[in-house]
C-alpha cells in the first residue's frame, strides 16, 4: 500500500510524477463549500457556465476527448476502453464543469476551478498506475484497476443548484459503483470482472463510506482488502491531498 513514506521516497526519482506542492497550503480557499452560502467567485463561475448549456456541453465533450486520450487510450481491454466512454457520456454535464474540491479543503489548488474534475480524474489514474507496479498484477487485472481509478467519481448524480444529490444510506462511491455494475451486465462482462472493477469504485472513499449501503458491502466485502479497492482508494486519497502534488501533461 501506498504511504506517505513511499511517496517521500520516491519524490524526485525518475518516476517524476510525485513531489510536494508547498505553494498549494498558501492558495487553499476554504470558503468554497456550495451549502455555506457564501457566493464565491469560482462558485460563480460554475453556475454561470450551467446557465449557458453550449458552454456546459463544450466543456463536457472536451474533457471527454481529454480523458480518451490521456487515459482511455491507455487500457490494452477494448471492451473497457467502450465502457469507460458510455459512463462518461451520461454522466451529467455538471460533472465536467464541478471544481474538484467543492469545498476547498482538498485536492491541489489548480483543482479550485470549474472544469478541474478531469484534471483530477487523470491524477487519480496517474497515481494508480504507478501503484499497480508494486503489486505485481498481470496486463488484464492492471486494466481493471485502472478502469476503476478512471471511472471512481463518475457518474455522481447532481441537482440544480450544484450540490450532490446523494440516494438515502448511499454514498456517491456506492452509487457510481451500482451505476457501473448495471452498465457492465448490459455489456455482457464476466461477474468477477465486474465486481473487481466496482469494488474499486464503491471503496475508493474508504471502507467507513460504504457502510452506509449494507446490502452492497454484504456483496462486495470479500472484496475490501484486495489490490482493486486499496489502489484506487490510495490513489485518489493521495492525489486529493493538498500537500501531494501528482504531476500530470
Not at 484497476?145 to 462511491?173: C, E, N, Q, R, S
Request: proline content about 4%; aromatic content about 10%; hydrophobic content about 40%.
Amino acid at each position: 500500500m501506498l504511504s506517505i513514506q513511499s511517496i517521500s521516497a520516491y519524490r524526485n526519482t525518475k518516476y517524476g510524477i510525485i513531489y510536494s506542492d508547498k505553494n498549494s497550503l498558501n492558495k487553499r480557499n476554504t470558503n468554497l463549500s456550495f451549502g455555506s452560502g457564501i457566493i464565491n467567485p469560482i462558485i460563480s463561475k460554475y453556475m454561470q457556465i450551467l446557465a449557458n448549456p453550449a458552454k456546459a456541453l463544450a466543456m463536457k465533450e472536451k474533457g471527454i476527448r481529454v480523458l480518451k486520450r490521456d487515459c482511455i487510450e491507455q487500457l490494452k481491454n477494448d471492451k473497457l476502453k467502450k465502457l469507460c466512454e458510455i459512463v462518461f457520456e451520461k454522466s451529467p454535464v455538471e460533472m465536467f464543469v464541478v471544481p474538484a474540491s467543492s469545498q476547498g479543503k482538498n485536492h491541489p489548488a489548480d483543482e479550485f476551478y470549474p472544469g478541474s474534475m478531469v484534471k483530477h480524474t487523470k491524477r487519480v489514474f496517474q497515481m494508480a498506475k504507478y501503484a499497480i507496479t508494486r503489486y505485481g498484477l498481470d496486463e488484464k487485472e492492471q486494466d481493471l484497476v485502472l478502469t476503476a481509478a478512471m471511472l471512481h467519481d463518475f457518474p455522481t448524480k447532481f441537482i440544480p443548484d450544484g450540490a450532490i444529490a446523494y440516494k438515502k444510506g448511499v454514498d456517491h462511491a456506492v452509487n457510481n459503483a451500482i451505476f457501473i455494475e448495471n452498465e457492465m451486465k448490459q455489456m455482457g462482462f464476466e461477474e468477477k470482472i465486474i465486481e473487481k472493477v466496482c469494488a474499486g469504485v464503491g471503496f475508493h472513499s474508504g471502507r467507513f463510506d460504504a457502510h452506509v449501503n449494507k446490502d452492497w458491502l454484504e456483496r462486495y466485502k470479500m472484496y475490501q482488502n484486495t489490490p482493486y479497492a486499496f489502489i484506487v482508494q490510495e490513489a485518489d486519497y493521495y492525489a486529493s491531498r493538498p500537500q501531494v502534488f501528482v504531476k500530470i501533461d
